[in-house]
């Protein structure tokens, strides 16, 4: 199944569940298409995905584009005549070629790499929240399942710090849930981590059991909550339709206690 046709299955999926620990009202603002312009950063780490996994058909239809700025003529005339939509400088093209050697010259990525079906699409129908997707990087008999990240910090602490913030052990879970209920049972679960610049550092985390069990626990139960919302037709934002009460971080410092 290709991307766009994916996408247009109207089902509840890890990203949607990663705006729901915000409130419900932005886990709807996601299901209902809602669009988040993506940073620089997420486009060239799309743009690195694409070149990792699905290489056969993204690098033959790079369209490489000598001008200096994508306005203009030349531009206009450039853009119809290579209507494929993906438009880079030859270095742009030269960095992603690295970027996937350099995943082949480490023993197990290629490995995991090599071994595993890519950009594989679920669909089910779960009885607590309704109907549920997927899409899985790669999905291998002998490995489980594993999503590949960009991250400008290699270093593992940071990577992990940052995985938090943004939420990938949800986004684990919720894909270690995924094969549980179209398979049986709950598969390992690993991140292929990258930084898409020189040197081009590569390595393989393993998704402990317990993180991942753990996780699917809360991503069905956000996955709940929504559904429950949807046929209530309320969807709440951040303060529930409550006041809150402004506080202080803690590193403010004892003298703004207030009595």
């Known amino acids: 199944m290709d991307f766009e046709t994916y996408a247009k299955i109207p089902a509840i999926n890890a990203s949607s569940i990663k705006r729901g620990t915000i409130s419900m009202l932005h886990m709807h603002h996601a299901m209902t298409g809602g669009w988040t312009e993506p940073t620089a950063g997420m486009k060239w780490g799309t743009l690195c995905h694409s070149a990792v996994l699905e290489p056969d058909t993204f690098f033959p239809s790079v369209a490489i584009?000598?001008?200096?700025?994508?306005?203009?003529?030349?531009?206009?005339?450039?853009?119809?005549?290579?209507?494929?939509?993906?438009?880079?400088?030859?270095?742009?093209?030269d960095q992603l070629?690295?970027?996937?050697?350099?995943?082949?010259?480490?023993?197990?990525?290629?490995?995991?790499?090599?071994?595993?079906?890519?950009?594989?699409?679920?669909?089910?129908?779960?009885?607590?929240?309704?109907?549920?997707?997927?899409?899985?990087?790669?999905?291998?008999?002998?490995?489980?399942?594993?999503?590949?990240?960009?991250?400008?910090?290699?270093?593992?602490?940071?990577?992990?710090?940052?995985?938090?913030?943004?939420?990938?052990?949800?986004?684990?879970?919720?894909?270690?849930?995924?094969?549980?209920?179209?398979?049986?049972?709950?598969p390992p679960v690993r991140c292929i981590v990258q930084e898409p610049k020189p040197p081009y550092d590569s390595y393989v985390m393993l998704v402990p059991h317990q993180i991942v069990t753990q996780s699917a626990l809360e991503a069905v139960e956000i996955a709940q909550r929504y559904n429950a919302c949807r046929v209530a037709g309320t969807f709440m934002g951040v303060a529930g339709g409550q006041e809150l009460e402004f506080e202080l971080p803690e590193y403010a410092g004892s003298e703004w206690e207030v009595e």
């Open 97 to 186: 070629h690295a970027v996937r050697d350099a995943l082949m010259r480490n023993a197990w990525t290629r490995t995991l790499i090599e071994e595993s079906e890519h950009e594989v699409s679920l669909q089910w129908e779960h009885k607590l929240y309704g109907r549920g997707k997927a899409r899985l990087d790669g999905v291998s008999s002998r490995y489980g399942i594993y999503d590949y990240k960009t991250t400008g910090n290699i270093c593992k602490r940071a990577f992990t710090q940052n995985s938090y913030n943004l939420k990938y052990h949800l986004q684990f879970g919720f894909y270690g849930h995924a094969i549980d209920v179209t398979e049986g049972e709950t």
């Open 65 to 93: 584009y000598q001008g200096k700025t994508k306005r203009g003529k030349e531009w206009d005339k450039f853009e119809a005549d290579n209507p494929c939509g993906i438009y880079l400088k030859q270095h742009e093209l």
